[in-house]
C-alpha cells in the first residue's frame, strides 16, 4: 500500500513473491468471512427474537451484534488508510457497519411503551 515509487525489491526479497497482493487477497477474505457471519444473523433472529419470551436469545444476539461491530471497526480502520487500494470493499465494511447499528437499535434500544404502541398502529393499522 505504498504511496511513493519503490525501488525494485532485491531478488532475494522479490522471491518471497507479491506480499502486498497476497496481503489485499487475504484481508478481502477476512472480510468475506465477517460478512458471511453478519449476514447469518438475519435468519437466526426470525428464529429466535421473533418469539414471545425472546429474553436470553436477546442477551446472546446483543453481544453477538457488539463483537461483529467491533471486528468491522477493526477493518474499516484498515480501509481508511490513505493508501488502501479497494474502495468498494470500504464501502462494503461501512455498509455492514451501519447494518450492525441499525440491528442494535431496532432490537435492543430502550423504547417507551408508548412508543412502542404508536409504531405498533402505524405499522398495523
Do not use: Y
Not at 55 to 84: M, N, Y
Amino acid at each position: 500500500m505504498s504511496t511513493t515509487k519503490a525501488e525494485p525489491l532485491p531478488l532475494e526479497v522479490g522471491q518471497l513473491g507479491n506480499f502486498e497482493a497476497r496481503m489485499l487477497r487475504s484481508f478481502r477474505a477476512a472480510v468475506d468471512d465477517w460478512d458471511e457471519v453478519c449476514s447469518a444473523l438475519g435468519a437466526w433472529e426470525a428464529q429466535h427474537l421473533t418469539s414471545d419470551d425472546a429474553t436470553p436469545a436477546k442477551e446472546h444476539h446483543r453481544i453477538w451484534v457488539a463483537e461483529l461491530l467491533s471486528w468491522g471497526q477493526h477493518l474499516q480502520r484498515v480501509t481508511t488508510h490513505s493508501a488502501f487500494p479497494d474502495q468498494a470493499l470500504s464501502a462494503r465494511i461501512n455498509a455492514r457497519l451501519r447494518h450492525l447499528q441499525d440491528k442494535l437499535s431496532v432490537w435492543h434500544r430502550d423504547m417507551a411503551p408508548e412508543e412502542e404502541d404508536r409504531i405498533l398502529r402505524a405499522a398495523f393499522p
